[in-house]
């Protein structure tokens, strides 16, 4: 957790400390997104050990989430099919959260692909993006369509520091 004299001493924290993740006029805060969601769609998830979203994906399931990898590049994460997107998910699945790991520059059309999905299914999941992937171009996207957009926060962090 980042105290005051951390941020008297190290002045870059203090935007991190002050900025509002959450866009979408949303009342709800990390909290209750955390503790009212049961399934997680992991965007960009990796079998591969060293990746951070397998690291990440892997702390999830241990603290009680289901996880659900989206990976066109993969056939399993820990033991969970993997799907190549949001739209090959089976109609029974209900996600609450959203989390991508992509880079960037595909950031928008991972909300797109969010999007659409959540039109179909009549779902309204809250999409999270990690640090450094959301952008200004996805950030509206996703405000358009009245979904709740946590930017630039770790899932992991969010939650380990919301138990404390």
């Not at 996600?95 to 950031?107: H, P």
């Amino acid at each position: 957790m980042i105290n005051l004299f951390e941020t008297q001493r190290y002045p870059f924290l203090t935007s991190i400390v002050n900025r509002n993740p959450l866009s979408c006029g949303n009342a709800m805060s990390i909290n209750e997104i955390l503790n009212q969601t049961e399934t997680i769609a992991v965007i960009g998830c990796s079998s591969r050990p060293f990746r951070t979203s397998h690291q990440i994906s892997e702390y999830l399931l241990s603290e009680g989430f289901n996880i659900i990898p989206i990976n066109p590049n993969e056939e399993s994460v820990l033991g969970h099919k993997a799907y190549p997107s949001m739209s090959h998910l089976p109609d029974d699945f209900s996600v609450e959260l959203v989390v991508i790991f992509r880079n960037r520059r595909y950031t928008k059309k991972m909300i797109k692909e969010i999007v659409d999905w959540a039109d179909t299914m009549g779902q309204k999941p809250v999409i999270w993006t990690q640090l450094n992937v959301s952008t200004p171009e996805a950030k509206k996207l996703a405000e358009k369509h009245r979904l709740i957009y946590v930017e630039n926060r770790c899932v992991m962090v969010e939650h380990q520091r919301e138990k404390i």
